[in-house]
């Protein structure tokens, strides 16, 4: 359950708090904020490039973050 909840952070932060446990209720804001931020970041890939790139940098880099948490997270539940 700590690396699936892990790998669903990453990918869509927030849903990893909400099959975790540990945060659901920011859970649910922050995928949803992540829907947003990836309806931009898609929208702006043709338009403007080089602001895309910079967008998929951030993105990617709060993903990580998120993913490290929700795993961190985990490992108190068990302890």
């Known amino acids: 359950m700590r690396w ?3 790998i669903a952070n990453f990918f869509f932060p927030g849903l990893g708090y909400i099959i975790g446990g540990p945060k659901r209720a920011l859970g649910v804001g922050w995928l949803l904020g992540a829907f947003g931020l990836t309806y ?3 929208s702006i890939k043709e338009p403007l490039p080089n ?3 910079a ?3 951030s993105v990617f880099l709060m993903n990580t973050v998120f993913a490290i948490d929700v795993y961190k997270e985990m490992g108190k539940l068990k302890a």
């Open 51 to 53: 602001i895309y790139w």
């Open 55 to 57: 967008m998929f940098a």
């Open 40 to 42: 931009v970041e898609l």
């Open 4 to 6: 699936a909840a892990t």
